[in-house]
């Protein structure tokens, strides 16, 4: 079974920082990844599918790429209301980078 | 506006049983995979089950195999999970999801979630 890593665990970071998530399988595999933004309390929100395409109503600043092991999430410029756990997904979800504020 | 609303959750021993809802509403029910994911109190998501629009296509987290069963009702527009044999750490918050259309696994909108606890 394909596992999901996800480095760093614990990001700490300025508003208007940019910020680099990345994702890794086990094993290289033909499947795309999905993003994920969790706030405590609430329900997950997609932020990008498909490896790269941004979920509809998602800013900008939001982008993934990657493929085959290795996928990453970036936030160009960090907004207050990006402080938040993601998850990145392939059927499985990898366990998580806590993103806190500096 | 697309909805999604569980309900069915509670508290029940271990090896019992409970059978889980999604009410949904606001899209074509039938022309999107669900899914139901978990998520244990401080941890992370945990993706459960996944069943094509048709009903057809069912898959399944080796962790619940056996145990759990996913359905859905196209009629009523409802989503399920049949959950037997509960073990302990099968407490946690139970979400249901939509699928983005054309895929399984990428889930777009969520419901609040149920919460399900196996205590004695």
């Known amino acids: 079974d394909i596992q999901l890593t996800q480095s760093p665990s614990f990001l700490s970071a300025s508003v208007g920082d940019r910020v680099t998530i990345t994702c890794r399988a086990s094993q290289a595999t033909s499947s795309f990844l999905a993003w994920y933004q969790q706030k405590p309390g609430k329900a997950p929100k997609l932020l990008i599918y498909a490896t790269s395409t941004l979920h509809s109503g998602v800013p900008s600043r939001f982008s993934g790429s990657g493929s085959g092991t290795e996928f990453t999430l970036t936030i160009s410029s960090l907004q207050p209301e990006d402080f938040a756990t993601y998850y990145c997904?392939?059927?499985?979800f990898g366990p998580g980078t806590k993103v806190d504020i500096k | 506006e697309v909805q999604l609303l569980e309900s069915g959750g509670g508290l029940v021993q271990p090896g019992g049983s409970l059978r889980l809802s999604c009410a949904t509403s606001?899209?074509?029910?039938?022309?999107?995979?669900m899914s139901w994911v978990r998520q244990a109190p401080g941890k992370g998501l945990d993706w459960v089950s996944s069943i094509s629009g048709g009903g057809g296509n069912r898959y399944y987290a080796d962790s619940v195999r056996g145990r759990f069963t996913i359905s859905r009702d196209n009629s009523k527009n409802t989503l399920y999970l049949q959950m037997n044999s509960l073990r302990a750490d099968d407490t946690a918050i139970y979400y249901c999801?939509?699928?983005?259309?054309?895929?399984?696994?990428?889930?777009?909108?969520w419901g609040t979630g149920t919460t399900v606890t196996v205590s004695s």
């Open positions: 606001g899209f074509t029910f039938d022309t999107f995979a």
């Open positions: 999801a939509k699928a983005v259309r054309g895929y399984y696994y990428y889930m777009d909108v």
């Open positions: 997904q392939q059927q499985i």
